[in-house]
């Protein structure tokens, strides 16, 4: 079946470093999603990208989503301490509105 | 304020017994959504609804069981027959048209078997 991957797993970075997490999927997407999670918390969306070669910013966070659209990054600038926890994406298959299939997260430890 | 309420937030089960969590949305959202959560896992898809009195299996659907009687209301029966059911449990919603939205996700329930 449709897997998306998500790497690294973790991610340990001194603050104030920038920070990347990568998403692959085995087929084309027609859209992916973005969400953080914090220690013992639940998942939060921070967007969606619909277009090939779609880049959008929400403060020192940039996404990208592949030309091919089977690829997303999540690239955040000067991380802080608030940027701890797990993010993910989440990738709808073209014609299948009905479910998204979320990779397995990669989590950022900022370290003083 | 709109929101989902997923309880209890913690959940302790004796070997073969089944045990209900709760979901409960005043978003007005159409879909919802029961995920298990592992740690390294991921987020994994049990049973999803996009209409009352209508379900669909996710990925991990044995041993578990739902239902949509109410459009605010979607419970999950972690069932005797579920071998693994520890594990963090999260219900999502979102509105059924197309467009961008993301998934609204409950707090959560931790279920440990003992």
């Known amino acids: 079946g449709q897997q998306v991957m998500q790497i690294p797993q973790y991610q340990h970075v001194q603050e104030g470093e920038d920070f990347t997490t990568y998403c692959n999927s085995s087929t084309t997407l027609s859209n992916i999603q973005w969400y953080k999670q914090r220690p013992g918390g639940h998942p939060v969306f921070l967007i969606q990208?619909?277009?090939?070669?779609e880049v959008k910013k929400q403060k020192r966070l940039t996404f990208q989503f592949g030309e091919a659209k089977k690829n997303s990054s999540l690239h955040i600038t000067a991380t802080q301490t608030t940027d701890v926890g797990t993010y993910f994406c989440?990738?709808?298959?073209?014609?299948?509105?009905?479910?998204?299939?979320f990779g397995k997260g990669t989590r950022l430890h900022i370290l003083p | 304020d709109g929101g989902i309420t997923q309880s209890p937030k913690y959940l302790f089960r004796k070997e073969g017994q089944n045990v209900t969590l709760s979901c409960e949305q005043n978003?007005?959202?159409?879909?919802m959504y029961w995920y298990r959560q592992d740690p390294g896992q991921g987020l994994r898809l049990i049973y999803y609804s996009q209409i009352v009195n209508d379900f669909q299996k996710g990925d991990i659907a044995e041993g578990y069981s739902v239902s949509r009687e109410k459009k605010e209301s979607f419970p999950l029966t972690v069932t005797s027959a579920q071998k693994n059911p520890t594990a963090f449990y999260l219900c999502a919603t979102r509105p059924r048209s197309v467009g961008d939205y993301g998934y609204t996700f409950g707090s959560g329930t931790r279920l440990t078997v003992v």
């Open positions: 990208l619909v277009k090939s070669g």
């Open positions: 978003l007005n959202h159409d879909a």
């Open positions: 989440a990738g709808r298959r073209l014609n299948r509105d009905d479910k998204i299939i």
